[in-house]
């Protein structure tokens, strides 16, 4: 199984989670193999888990910022109630870096709709591993209804 069909909504969530054991802890993540298990034990997949830390470790300028940017209304047009917090959350960890956030607006604005949860958890990880995206990707959120196979 390829990376790209190991996408899944709670990845997104879990890189979340992995930030707050880090912040609880100083801002390092002093024992990934500890953090593995607990995550496990709360129901996800290892291979969801380990796609996770993955990302996570992509971000070794992890820390906690204080304060953050404030969204502008018409950003949050773009975005559901549930995909801002969980964009603020985020940034607030420094998971996404100001160009990513930038990023995720731009495909946002995209589409007609707000992007809600599930679709912004999916954009938010094609961003964060950008290097590893393949082109065909990166203008497209699957299941978006505009593309043509």
């Known amino acids: 199984m390829d990376d790209s069909s190991m996408r899944d909504d709670t990845i997104i969530d879990i890189v979340v989670m992995l930030a707050e054991i880090a912040d609880s802890s100083g801002g390092v993540l002093a024992d990934p193999r500890s953090a593995r ?11 969801q888990v380990d796609r996770a830390l ?12 204080k304060p953050h940017r404030v969204f502008s209304e018409h950003e949050l047009s773009f975005l559901s109630p549930e995909s801002a917090k969980m964009l603020s959350s985020l940034v ?7 160009e990513q956030v930038e990023l995720i607006f731009i495909r946002a604005s995209l589409d007609e709709e707000k992007l809600n949860l599930d679709e912004f958890r999916r954009v938010a990880e094609m961003v964060i591993d950008i290097d590893n995206l393949k082109v065909s990707e990166a203008a497209f959120v699957e299941g978006d209804e505009d593309t043509v196979n």
């Open 54 to 65: 993955s990302l996570f470790g992509k971000k070794s300028n992890f820390r906690v910022k």
């Open 92 to 98: 607030r960890y420094g998971i996404l870096s100001d």
């Open 37 to 47: 298990k607990k995550i496990i034990k709360k129901g996800h997949s290892p291979k």
